[in-house]
């Protein structure tokens, strides 16, 4: 069964700074992606970022960048020069046979 | 282009009624997913549909909870009768699956949220 692990459940930091937040994943699966989620206070869920387990670079997307660690079985995302419009929760979400999410992690970004 | 359209937003209801929600993907997507969010949790598959196929549907509760996807496009979810417990953010989103390819990107509708009194 796959099942991703969230280890921080919230996170602090100064605007303008860059944070990372922890996702490890654990899968049987050879193929499979990882995602990361952003859901703000109003509740929609907006796709970040994608890296499949087969890509040999980190994804990036803008501010966003994922440091995948395969053999560790990681996959944080970096949040660079961090903005208030920042502050929300977290997913990060495995997809392969099944699709499963993690807990989250709730960011919060202080002026 | 037209992103997932989820209705009603908000429901509120008694135990022991009915109530369905529905949802129209993204045009062209064939895969389509719903999803039960508690608070403060991460979303929980309920059931996943390729075309008109429900091919996951295990964390489905059946002794209530229902679902369709007639002609492949807008699906509804069901639950009858409803119960305290069932209040939560119920998400659809759709994804262009390919058959074979592991994995793939679901864009996520605004929700229904629902709450049982």
């Not at chain 2, 699906?75 to 058959?99: F, M, N, W």
């Amino acid at each position: 069964a796959q099942k991703i692990t969230q280890t921080q459940p919230g996170m602090f930091v100064q605007e303008k700074e860059a944070v990372t937040l922890d996702c490890t994943y654990d899968t049987s699966d050879q193929s499979y992606g990882l995602f990361w989620y952003k859901q703000p206070s109003s509740g929609e869920m907006i796709f970040l970022i994608y890296q499949g387990s087969y890509d040999e670079q980190n994804a990036t997307e803008g501010r966003y960048s994922l440091n995948f660690q395969k053999a560790r079985k990681s996959a944080n995302l970096v949040i660079s020069a961090s903005q208030l419009g920042d502050s929300a929760m977290y997913f990060c979400a495995m997809g392969g046979q099944n699709f499963v999410f993690g807990p989250g992690t709730r960011l919060s970004v202080l002026p | 282009e037209a992103g997932v359209v989820q209705s009603p937003r908000y429901k509120i209801i008694e135990k022991k009624q009915p109530v369905a929600f529905w949802c129209n993907p993204i045009s062209g997507h064939n895969t389509l997913y719903w999803y039960r969010q508690n608070l403060g949790q991460g979303p929980e598959l309920l059931i996943r549909y390729e075309n008109e196929e429900a091919v996951d549907d295990s964390q489905l509760p059946k002794d209530r909870f229902s679902a369709e996807r007639l002609k492949g496009v807008d699906s509804t979810l069901k639950i009858q009768p409803a119960e305290l417990g069932d209040s939560a953010v119920y998400l659809c989103a759709s994804s262009h699956r390919l058959a074979g390819v592991g994995t793939d990107t679901q864009y996520f509708g605004p929700g229904t949220r629902l709450t049982v009194l």
